[in-house]
T-cell receptor, first 110, second 115 residues
Framework: GQQVQQSPASLVLQEGENAELQCNFS?????LQWFYQSPGGSLVSLLS???GTKHTGRLTSTTVTKERRSSLHISSSQTTDSGTYLC????????????FGTGTSLLVDP | GPKVLQIPSHQIIDMGQMVTLNCDPV?????FYWYKQILGQQMEFLVN????????KSKLFKDQFSVERPDGSYFTLKIQPTALEDSAVYFC?????????????FGSGTRLTVL
């Protein structure tokens, strides 16, 4: 089945620094989403980006489909960005059967 | 934005008992999902549900698990009987279509502890 690897496993930044998170997956993906999981556990969808480059606010995602990788760039990090960032892949096209990565734990210090 | 509500946020139960986890999906959504996350591990797909039926389920969706949404009320996950390995956070999600191109909305999860 699909495997999703994320790196780094954890990252510590000073406020204002940029972060680059990586996601690699083993099979062709019809959809790729980045999620933020708060320290309390709730999950929020950040971006859907199966191919190309997408921006929203301070976030930029670039997915190179044929190389089976995606990145999430967070610019000018803030303490409120602290949490876990999850990459998830959908292999098919009939409903959501997402395969999640292990996540990158981000800590932004003031 | 649209919210998926999960009730309760925490549940502690003795092994062998039945438990029902409740999910109030986004009001106009038609597709519903349960995901399971064991502490420190990856989120994993359990089941998706549409028009009163299970569309697809994973191997984690054991025979002791069942889902339903009677009369447009809560979308529920029932475990009967519970086992120790069922301890996890269970996330409900919903979407208006089953198309993976749209946004999937997740609830905050129900932390289930089986003693």
């Amino acid at each position: 089945g699909q495997q999703v690897q994320q790196s780094p496993a954890s990252l510590v930044l000073q406020e204002g620094e940029n972060a680059e998170l990586q996601c690699n997956f083993s099979s062709t993906a019809t959809q790729l989403q980045w999620f933020y999981q708060s320290p309390g556990g709730s999950l929020v969808s950040l971006l859907s980006n199966p191919s190309g480059t997408k921006h929203t606010g301070r976030l930029t995602s670039t997915t190179v489909t044929k190389e089976r990788r995606s990145s999430l760039h967070i610019s000018s990090s803030q303490t409120t960005d602290s949490g876990t960032y999850l990459c998830a892949i959908e292999e098919g096209n009939m409903g959501y059967k997402l395969t999640f990565g292990t996540g990158t734990s981000l800590l932004v210090d003031p | 934005g649209p919210k998926v509500l999960q009730i309760p946020s925490h549940q502690i139960i003795d092994m062998g008992q039945m438990v029902t986890l409740n999910c109030d999906p986004v009001s106009n959504h038609l597709y519903f999902y349960w995901y399971k996350q064991i502490l420190g591990q990856q989120m994993e797909f359990l089941v998706n549900f549409y028009n009163g039926k299970v569309m697809e389920k994973s191997k984690l969706f054991k025979d002791q698990f069942s889902v339903e949404r009677p009369d447009g009320s809560y979308f529920t996950l029932k475990i009967q009987p519970t086992a120790l390995e069922d301890s996890a956070v269970y996330f409900c999600a919903s979407s208006s279509l089953g198309d993976s191109a749209e946004t999937l909305y997740f609830g905050s999860g129900t932390r289930l502890t089986v003693l």
